[in-house]
């Protein structure tokens, strides 16, 4: 099947995972590492190398290019980072702007992690998944879904509507440093990544985000993300 083209103003969700399902972060410095490059690499100018960088970046703690304002490529909208794969949810503000923003993306972390581990070769299962949003029921549901999917990791069976606790699993999820759940609910974690105006507008400010999440997790439907899961 041919691969779609992103287009200006269009709402994309990207997604991919590490080679033979295997882990691509294996500590908290390669978390950060790929965050901090979320918010680096997010500009229309080149992406150089980081490790000449000597200035601490207060979002992140890693080094920080020093340059002029940054022209975003895409609006980062929503980010969640598990141990062996990825979800993103972006809008498009330039043409090809999700194309060299993914290349420079993926590029800059595999150089950084093949170098950190001694290892040579792609570290992501072939090009990224994209998927453009063209339904309300996919823009409005998806937030939510990928939001939630840390819970993997607290609760393996979330998905099967298992949950013993939401407020347990709404900790959890708030307190889970590699996504951007935290932002959205009013607690900053790393809040100059995302561009969250639309999406905050649209489901009315962090409490009532917070709240719909929980009434999400006990009414959701997995059966129309299928096409939006990594097992597909």
Same mark, same amino acid.
């Given at each position: ?27 908290? $410095? ?10 680096? =690499? ?19 703690? *890693? ?19 598990? /141990?062996?794969? =990825? ?5 498009? !503000? ?53 939001? *939630? ?6 609760? /393996?069976?979330?998905?099967? !509507?298992?949950? !013993?606790?939401? &407020? ?5 999820? $708030? ?11 009013? !607690? ?23 709240? $719909? ?12 993300? &299928? $096409?939006?899961? *990594?097992?597909?």
């Amino acid at each position: 099947m041919e691969r779609i083209k992103p287009v200006v103003n269009e709402i994309y969700h990207i997604y991919n995972r590490g080679v033979e399902k295997r882990k691509i972060f294996l500590n908290e $410095e390669d978390y950060l590492r790929f965050i901090h490059n979320l918010f680096e =690499f997010n500009d229309e100018a080149p992406a150089l190398n980081l490790a000449y960088y000597l200035k601490q970046s207060k979002e992140v703690g *890693l080094p920080k290019i020093e340059r002029s304002a940054r022209k975003l490529l895409v609006e980062l909208m929503v980010f969640c980072l598990m /141990p062996n794969h =990825f979800h993103l949810i972006m809008k498009q !503000k330039r043409d090809c702007g999700v194309t060299e923003f993914m290349r420079k993306l993926g590029t800059g972390y595999t150089n950084y992690f093949n170098q950190k581990y001694k290892r040579v070769g792609p570290l992501f299962q072939g090009k990224y998944k994209l998927v453009r949003i063209t339904t309300d029921s996919h823009f409005i549901h998806l937030p939510y879904y990928i939001h *939630l999917n840390p819970l993997e990791l607290e609760s /393996p069976k979330w998905k099967n !509507k298992e949950i !013993k606790n939401y &407020k347990v699993a709404m900790k959890f999820l $708030e307190n889970y440093k590699w996504s951007s759940f935290s932002d959205y609910v009013g !607690k900053k974690n790393f809040p100059s990544v995302t561009q969250r105006e639309f999406l905050m507008r649209f489901f009315s400010g962090p409490e009532n985000y917070k709240k $719909e999440t929980v009434q999400w997790l006990k009414e959701m439907d997995l059966e129309e993300f &299928k $096409e939006f899961t *990594l097992e597909n």
